[in-house]
């Protein structure tokens, strides 16, 4: 068996349960129909790179599950009675775009039944602690304007509330949390917010050699991608070479250089294939500032998010590895 179909088979094994029941499962031909969208040369490279990255980062129904299992009983948290904290919580269903969040309460409401006998809807009566979950927060876009709308209407003069996610990227939170203060203080209610996580991640704008993003270290010398980064109203941060990240993401900087350069031409290039993108679809994912792009290489069962490469999930004419939900 050749290398190339190892890996293949390896990356379709990891990411099974994509979209599971929406899509077929990714198979070892609908990767190699993707991947032979790029040069001969650095195919087989791509592949060994997302087949070490994607068992750090993709995270499947199972993965999902077994974090909130954790949290279930997490002692910091919950305290040595998790039956009786669980019952006092109110659970936000607030989100604005996307359903990661009900799909989030979903799986959790099931467990806490399971442990506790009583699910999310028979929680919180006459409380004024809340639970914001989530999977991962990104830009702090979606978390900032869910609270904004939260503050500004329906939420109590005094409360406390939990947001918890399976990872977060630091530089968006502490965005997010900025604006979401500022609200408070300007209502004058009287909120205080915590942040649970086990995975916090770099995104590259306060400390771009550490970052856990694609973050290229030179821009291709290619007319098309040369003219996408003039057009740019700041020249890109770029990362110095041999930073691996605060997470140890990538195998190598090879391997990490190889996605980021490939990314970047392809996502150049699904830009020009593609009218229907915005301008905030950067080559490596969505993204208001202008830039390269997000570069996140995070993915779950549920959906691949837009600030992930558009390489990644773009669709017609360009061959998506993970078809994408929209909002």
Same mark, same amino acid.
């Given at each position: ?89 109110? @659970?936000? +269903?607030?989100? !604005?775009?996307?359903?990661? *969040?009900?799909?989030?309460? &979903? /799986?959790?409401?099931?467990? =806490? ?33 869910? @609270?904004? +709308?939260?503050? !500004?209407?329906?939420?109590? *003069?005094?409360?406390?509330? &939990? /947001?918890?996610?399976?990872? =977060? ?49 030179? /821009?291709?010398?290619?007319? =098309? ?103």
């Amino acid at each position: 068996m050749s290398q190339r179909t190892v890996l293949l088979e390896s990356i379709a094994k990891i990411t099974a349960d994509y979209r599971a029941g929406e899509l077929a499962a990714p198979t070892p031909e609908h990767i190699d129909t993707w991947v032979n969208q790029f040069d001969r040369a650095v195919q087989e490279p791509i592949l060994q790179e997302l087949n070490h990255v994607f068992k750090k980062t993709y995270f499947s129904r199972k993965k999902v599950e077994e974090f909130l299992i954790s949290l279930l009983n997490a002692e910091k948290l919950v305290g040595d009675d998790p039956c009786a904290f669980w019952k006092t919580v109110n @659970f936000l +269903n607030i989100q !604005g775009g996307g359903k990661s *969040q009900i799909e989030m309460l &979903h /799986i959790f409401d099931g467990l =806490l039944q399971a442990q506790s006998g009583y699910g999310i809807d028979e929680c919180g009566e006459n409380s004024s602690i809340f639970v914001y979950l989530d999977d991962f927060i990104f830009s702090g876009n979606r978390l900032r304007h869910d @609270f904004e +709308n939260w503050v !500004g209407s329906v939420a109590p *003069q005094n409360a406390v509330v &939990h /947001i918890i996610t399976i990872g =977060l990227y630091k530089y968006g939170k502490n965005y997010a949390n900025q604006k979401i203060l500022m609200t408070i203080k300007k209502l004058q209610k009287n909120i205080v917010i915590t942040y649970w996580n086990i995975l916090p991640l770099e995104d590259g704008f306060s400390n771009t050699n550490a970052s856990d993003v694609l973050c290229p270290t030179q /821009i291709p010398n290619e007319p =098309l991608i040369q003219q996408y980064v003039q057009g740019l109203r700041f020249a890109p941060k770029l990362r110095q070479a041999g930073n691996l990240g605060s997470n140890a993401i990538f195998s190598s900087d090879a391997g990490r250089h190889v996605l980021e350069q490939e990314f970047l031409k392809a996502g150049v290039k699904i830009r020009e294939m593609c009218p229907d993108l915005n301008k905030y679809q950067r080559p490596l994912g969505n993204m208001v500032l202008e830039s390269l792009g997000f570069g996140s290489l995070i993915v779950t069962f549920r959906n691949c998010p837009n600030n992930a490469p558009l390489a990644l999930w773009a669709g017609d004419p360009w061959y998506p590895l993970f078809p994408r939900k929209t909002n």
